[in-house]
């Protein structure tokens, strides 16, 4: 066998494990976008920001937020999402949908967030959420 195709056997390899090690549901894209969220805070009341994506999937995303969230809060979300990540029927320009925030870590002083998005939530996710832009 040539040098060139063992490299290649060898990469595909370590490829097969990563995905065979790897649980999630739909690979991660890492892509920036902007997206808008909104969200209610109890004391404060209502709010929204413009963030930044640092990843994408179809089930969700994960994206830099100053605004302080807590795991389980249901944010409004508004990108402009590439059809291809859409799970609709009919995929839109404007991606405009719930998401839960399922997990929450710090990378260089910047807060991000991974949401999983909401396919169709109940009004008591909503209640605290029903700010729109």
């Not at 719930?98 to 909401?118: K, N």
């Amino acid at each position: 066998m040539s040098e060139k195709n063992l490299y290649q056997e060898r990469v595909s390899n370590k490829l097969a494990q990563r995905l065979r090690a790897d649980k999630r549901r739909e690979p991660r894209h890492s892509i920036a976008l902007r997206v808008r969220v909104a969200g209610s805070d109890r004391q404060k009341g209502p709010w929204s920001e413009l963030a930044e994506t640092v990843n994408v999937s179809t089930g969700g995303l994960a994206l830099r937020l100053s605004r302080k969230v807590i795991v389980g809060d249901i944010l409004y979300v508004e990108l402009a999402l590439p059809a291809r990540f859409q799970r609709d029927i009919k995929p839109s320009a404007t991606h405009n949908t719930y998401a839960r925030v399922r997990y929450i870590e710090m990378q260089e002083r910047q807060q991000i967030v991974r949401l999983e998005f909401l396919r169709t939530p109940t009004p008591s996710q909503t209640l605290l959420a029903n700010v729109k832009f």
